[in-house]
């Protein structure tokens, strides 16, 4: 069985169009089924709203990707489905920087 969260609402919105769009609509108390992407990569995001960073994510990267930008880039293809651009800017910064320090230990 996967993972469930329960999220505040606000941060929710806050964070994300889709899940903006989603709680407003009338009836929506019940739990809000992600089917289409893998735990890891929502919990990086939960972690981002209640965080504003993941500093976790080089354990999950370790842990679950051989290549490091592997799960990052499923979390930014992520972040265009629920329209999440603060945490897709984070995402970006996140390779950026790790390009950089590959870019500086091969020099």
């Known amino acids: 069985m996967p993972p469930s969260y329960t999220l505040h609402k606000s941060f929710l919105s806050r964070h994300s169009t889709f899940f903006r769009e989603v709680l407003v609509t ?6 809000i089924v992600v089917t289409d992407t893998e735990p890891t ?6 972690s981002f709203i209640y965080n504003g960073c993941c500093s976790n994510i080089e354990d999950h990267v370790a842990v679950k990707a051989r290549d490091p930008s592997l799960l990052s880039l499923r979390a930014w293809l992520f972040t265009m ?20 320090e590959r870019h500086s230990a091969s020099h």
């Open 26 to 31: 009338p009836n929506e108390n019940g739990p």
């Open 41 to 46: 990569v929502f919990g990086l995001f939960a």
């Open 81 to 100: 489905r629920i329209s999440a651009t603060d945490f897709a800017n984070y995402i970006v910064q996140h390779l950026q920087k790790k390009a950089s």
